[in-house]
């Protein structure tokens, strides 16, 4: 019989269930289905009845009184009978669900870390260019996820994580790096993620835009003796890229085996065009990479691994924190509003205002196609006298505004040639 379920009844149930040690149910008359099941021992809990959408009879647990009141047990019994007669939701099986998830997040299966990991070893030769990168960008914004089981987590905690991040740009590639992953990861086949998460988008203010900044001389002679103070592995990328023209990636790449310091080359074996590019150096690099090498016990340079890094960080990494150091050399230098790329786009510019020709500084860009009627057909050679004029053009003209510009001493590798 459905009773009006009030403190009193369930005083009145609790005493006669330990008097006569029999378990007592109340069935509530507001909420159909509704019961609170009460123990000899006193333990109370709530419990709904109702069918599936197969219109079998199902019993699933609520929660405990009191911690779940009366009004609050009847809000979520007619909910989940909602989701159970229209959805064909089953909490039983969710919950073991969720439990075994636990289990294998535990032992490091089914976690977000692993399904990264899956994706990673699908990942073909070309497309994992920049996946060291990317990844380690998802980790880093994502990191209190990444031992949850993935098919726990949610849109909305993803998009609190992104919205939360102090840089919305850094935030907005991480999603534009993890969409592809989250679509891979909820495909019917696989099902490791919510199919949800794939909607996942980039936070107010991380728009990607065209970009045409490139720094002035004054910027420059700021910059440039910063830069050559500092001996670190971001601020020397930097000082490569300009001057070189590499790629970010390129420049933080580059190993020893890949330099010939007598022959003032730089062989980028695996560049965005997919072809290998190589990159003359002017007098002023190669002094800069020769105040680079290892030493030995007695201070002298000695020979260096050629599997090694040249910007190596402390640990030995590819540098990968590179949001952090630019801001911090933003503020030695007094600069801001410029990223690494630009320096590639700047070092262009300055060799297009001193006239060299724009199928040279292509060549020197290291561009897949240059845009001259005879380079794709006849010239094999991609003008590397000419780039290598161009270069040190650049590097003179960079020594120039240097001098100039600030009040830093200059190291030995900057004061050379």
């Keep these: 019989m459905r009773v009006a379920i009030t403190d009193t009844a369930i005083g009145k149930a609790k005493r006669d269930a330990a008097k006569d040690g029999v378990r007592r149910e109340l069935a509530d008359a507001v909420e159909r289905g509704l019961r609170l099941r009460v123990t000899p021992a006193g333990a109370t809990s709530w419990v709904l009845g109702c069918r599936d959408k197969h219109g079998q009879p199902r019993r699933f647990p609520l929660g405990s009184w009191p911690a779940i009141g009366l009004r609050k047990a009847r809000e979520d019994a007619q909910a989940l009978r909602q989701r159970v007669r229209m959805e064909g939701a089953d909490p039983i099986v969710e919950a073991k669900l969720t439990r075994a998830a636990g289990q294998d997040a535990k032992a490091g299966i089914g976690t977000f870390a692993s399904v990264l990991d899956a994706y990673e070893n699908r ?29 726990t987590m949610t849109l909305g905690e993803l998009t609190l994580i992104t919205e939360g991040h102090p840089f919305p740009k850094s935030a907005a590639y991480v999603v534009r790096t993890l969409r592809p992953i989250l679509k891979w990861a909820s495909e019917p086949r696989r099902g490791f993620v919510s199919p949800d998460l794939a909607k996942l988008t980039g936070p107010e203010g991380g728009e990607v835009t065209g970009r045409d900044r490139t720094l002035t001389r004054d910027e420059l002679a700021a910059l440039l003796p910063v830069l050559s103070a500092d001996s ?117 510019t300055l060799l297009g205002g001193m006239g060299i020709e724009p199928h040279v500084i292509e060549a020197a860009l290291g561009h897949s196609v240059i845009h001259s009627k005879l380079a794709g057909i006849y010239n094999k050679s991609r003008y590397q006298p000419e780039v290598a004029a161009a270069l040190q ?16 001493i200059r190291p030995t590798w900057a004061a050379a040639g």
Excluded: C
């Excluded at 914004?141 to 949850?148: C, G, I, T, V």
């Excluded at 990636?249 to 190993?255: I, L, N």
């Excluded at 040249?310 to 150091?325: E, K, L, Q, V």
């Excluded at 053009?393 to 830093?408: H, T, W, Y």
């Design 123 to 151: 990942k073909d030769a070309r497309r994992m260019k920049s996946w060291v990168q990317g990844r380690k960008a998802i980790e880093s914004l994502f990191a209190p996820l990444l031992s949850r089981p993935a098919a």
């Design 232 to 348: 670190g592995p971001y601020a020397g990328a930097m000082v490569f890229m300009l001057r070189t023209l590499a790629r970010r990636q390129e420049a933080a790449s580059a190993r020893w085996g890949d330099i010939n310091l007598s022959d003032r080359e730089w062989t980028i074996p695996d560049t965005k065009n997919g072809r290998p590019h190589v990159v003359p150096l002017s007098r002023q690099v190669v002094d800069f990479l020769r105040s680079r090498l290892p030493t030995g016990p007695t201070g002298k340079a000695i020979e260096p691994d050629p599997a090694g890094l040249i910007f190596a960080t402390s640990t030995g990494a590819i540098p990968g924190n590179w949001d952090r150091h630019t801001k911090a050399i933003h503020e030695l230098s007094g600069t801001k509003g410029w990223t690494r790329h630009d320096l590639r786009r700047t070092g262009a």
């Design 393 to 408: 053009r650049l590097s003179d003209a960079l020594d120039l505004i240097e001098a100039g510009g600030g009040k830093v």
